[in-house]
C-alpha cells in the first residue's frame, strides 16, 4: 500500500501514482494534514478539520506554489517527486 505523502493524511492507495494524484488535488486540513479526500477547490484551501477547531494542534504551515510546509519548526519540501524533510 501507498500512503499518502502529505504528514497527517491517513489515506492509503493501491499504487504510488494514485497516492501523488491525491496529495495534488485533494482537500488536506492546513493544520494536521487530513483529507476527507474531497476536491481541493479556491474556497476550501485554506480550512481546517473539524478536529482541529475543538483542540490544539501544532499549526502546519503550507506552501503550495514552493510545495513545502513547516510542521512544529521541521520544513518538508518536495524535491525530485519526493518530501524531503529538514531539521
Do not use: D
Given at each position: 500500500?501507498?500512503?499518502?505523502?502529505?504528514?497527517?493524511?491517513?489515506?492509503?492507495?493501491?499504487?504510488?501514482?494514485?497516492?501523488?494524484?491525491?496529495?495534488?488535488?485533494?482537500?488536506?486540513?492546513?493544520?494536521?494534514?487530513y483529507s476527507d479526500d474531497r476536491e481541493v477547490t479556491i474556497h476550501?484551501i485554506a480550512t481546517t478539520c473539524d478536529e482541529c477547531s475543538t483542540?490544539?494542534?501544532?499549526?502546519?504551515?503550507?506552501?503550495?506554489?514552493?510545495?513545502?510546509?513547516?510542521?512544529?519548526?521541521?520544513?518538508?519540501?518536495?524535491?525530485?517527486?519526493?518530501?524531503?524533510?529538514?531539521?
Open positions: 500500500m501507498n500512503k499518502c505523502p502529505i504528514l497527517g493524511c491517513r489515506i492509503e492507495f493501491a499504487n504510488k501514482e494514485q497516492s501523488e494524484i491525491h496529495a495534488a488535488t485533494s482537500w488536506h486540513c492546513i493544520r494536521c494534514g476550501n483542540i490544539a494542534h501544532k499549526c502546519i504551515r503550507v506552501n503550495f506554489k514552493k510545495k513545502a510546509y513547516v510542521v512544529a519548526g521541521k520544513l518538508s519540501i518536495k524535491e525530485h517527486g519526493r518530501w524531503v524533510h529538514y531539521e
